[in-house]
């Protein structure tokens, strides 16, 4: 398996710029998170997807930020207009829900983003 | 609010020395905690701790959860330069269905040749 993909891998945008990143999770896996990386604020979950809809999406920061994820095997994080405090890595990452258990999630490679 | 708080935040130790990662957690519904490497690019999983008392572990590298004083430590032992990196500490709450992690700001962890 190929694990999780995202795209691109690193984006360098000027403010005020739409900015859409892209994730292929892990084929077979019903789960799908975003996550915002910085160094002060270490890592910050987003919104997560169940089997494609959209559970809780308590963390994203505000109306400029949207997500979809039209099918099982594709999701877009979407920010519009960005910020130059946008700048961070986003993480996607895909898990499988067994039954009542718990399980790990796995992380894509990440696209660092700066916004000039 | 629920949170997560790892410490130290930074470390840094010689090769061959012992270290000691500590996790502490004040989530409600707690259902276990996860123990994520993450070197220059993505997290990459370690271990999932679910009941107290019981040591996982994977060669040099073991966890333990205290689900009575709500913490974890993860511990490292005759630590080598490819240890250095962040060790992120996540807690998934009940019930499974949201599948929410919570993280801590993690602990970088710095191995002196």
């Known amino acids: 398996d190929a694990g999780v993909i995202q795209s691109p891998r690193h984006e360098v945008t000027e403010m005020g710029q739409e900015v859409t990143l892209r994730c292929k999770p892990i084929?077979?896996?019903?789960?799908l998170f975003w996550y915002r990386q910085t160094m002060m604020r270490g890592l910050e979950l987003l919104i997560y997807?169940?089997?494609?809809?959209?559970?809780?999406d308590s963390g994203m920061p505000e109306d400029r930020f949207s997500a979809k994820m039209p099918n099982a095997s594709f999701s877009t994080l979407k920010i519009q207009p960005s910020e130059p405090r946008d700048s961070a890595v986003y993480f996607c990452?895909?898990?499988?829900?067994?039954?009542?258990?718990?399980?790990?999630?796995?992380f894509g490679p990440g696209t660092r983003l700066t916004v000039l | 609010e629920d949170k997560v708080v790892q410490s130290p935040l930074s470390l840094v130790v010689h090769e061959g020395d012992t270290v000691t990662l500590n996790c502490s957690y004040e989530?409600?519904?707690?259902?276990?905690l996860l123990w994520y490497k993450q070197e220059k690019k993505a997290p990459t999983f370690l271990f999932m701790l679910?009941?107290?008392?019981i040591e996982k572990k994977s060669g040099r590298l073991s966890s333990i959860l205290d689900k009575k004083e709500l913490f974890s430590i993860l511990n490292i032992t005759a630590t080598q330069t490819g240890d250095s990196a962040i060790y992120l500490c996540?807690?998934?709450?009940?019930?499974?269905?949201?599948?929410?992690?919570?993280f801590g700001t993690g602990t970088r962890l710095t191995i002196i040749p």
């Open positions: 990452a895909s898990s499988w829900r067994a039954n009542t258990e718990a399980s790990e999630q796995f």
């Open positions: 084929s077979g896996h019903n789960s």
């Open positions: 997807f169940n089997n494609n809809v959209p559970i809780d």
């Open positions: 989530v409600t519904n707690f259902r276990s």
């Open positions: 679910t009941s107290s008392g």
């Open positions: 996540a807690v998934h709450e009940r019930p499974t269905s949201t599948k929410k992690l919570t």
